[in-house]
């Protein structure tokens, strides 16, 4: 695809960064299917463009990414079968992140939550506004996090406490997130774009090659650990999709309610 090709999806360029801005502001940013489809391809063309050196992903609005979108939810529950596309994207868009040559920043300019933290997650840097939070709570609306969540938590804060917020589906502030190593720096609102602005020239006044051959060399094991693991992720969330607790979640959203559970 061209860049100007997409719909859900913005872009800018300063100097040789290539910023990604996701463009649902009056939904968080939530991921629908159209966005989750661009998503499975826009670092794919990101990696390809011969005018940028890094890139930065960001979202338009208060928020960065809250997840998955509810009425896509909802369509996914009525037909499974469009779960199978859903699947194929899903590997794709941490595959493409993970082969991406480029150093890939995420810039977390509000709450990044479920798929939106599994994007943020599988970057290379991650800076956020200090009001910001980060959190997979798949499993408040009743789904495994299978989109890659299991694989990428415990790599980054070991698996006892990966599990303690996989389990739990809490938020952690920017501020703790950054204290027990989930991401790079938390900082002031007011100092979010020109932080991430100056490590960005940091590195791209680095020697490129070099920098780009050594993210690659270490996802290599991230790469080995996401392709062993990720179809079964997946399968365990298609079959969390039809669950009555699934569909209760979604209910109880659109009710603004709390969701009763039954564990079937």
């Given amino acids: 695809m061209k860049f100007e090709d997409y719909r859900t999806i913005a872009f800018s360029r300063r100097n040789r960064v290539l910023t990604v801005t996701l463009n649902r502001p009056d939904r968080l940013n939530a991921v629908d299917e159209l966005m989750h489809e661009e998503l499975s391809q826009v670092f794919v063309d ?20 809250a997840g998955g979108d509810i009425d896509w939810m909802q369509s996914a529950i009525d037909v499974p079968s469009r779960f199978e596309k859903t699947t194929r994207e899903a590997k794709q ?28 997650l599988f970057c290379d840097l991650i800076f956020a506004s200090s009001r910001a939070k980060i959190g997979d709570p798949h499993v408040s609306v009743g789904l495994v996090a299978g989109d890659g969540g299991t694989v990428i938590w415990p790599q980054l804060l070991g698996f006892v406490r990966a599990k303690e917020y996989l389990l739990t589906g809490d938020l952690l502030s920017a501020e703790e997130a950054a204290r027990i190593g989930l991401i790079n720096r938390s900082v002031d609102p007011e100092a979010l774009d020109a932080t991430v602005d100056a490590f960005a020239d940091r590195l791209n006044a680095g020697a490129i090659k070099a920098i780009r051959w050594t993210k690659m060399s270490t996802n290599i094991a991230l790469k080995q650990i996401a392709h062993s693991a990720m179809d079964a992720c997946l399968a365990y969330e298609s079959l969390s999709n039809v669950t009555s607790d699934h569909q209760e979640a979604v209910n109880a959203f659109r009710e603004k309610r709390t969701p009763v559970f039954t564990g079937e």
């Fill in 46 to 65: 990101c990696s390809r463009d011969p005018d940028s050196d890094l890139v930065v992903i960001t979202g338009a609005g208060r928020a960065f990414c």
């Fill in 93 to 120: 868009i941490v595959y493409s992140l993970l082969d991406c040559e480029k150093p890939v920043i995420a810039k977390l300019n509000g709450h990044a939550t479920g798929l939106g933290a599994t994007i943020a």
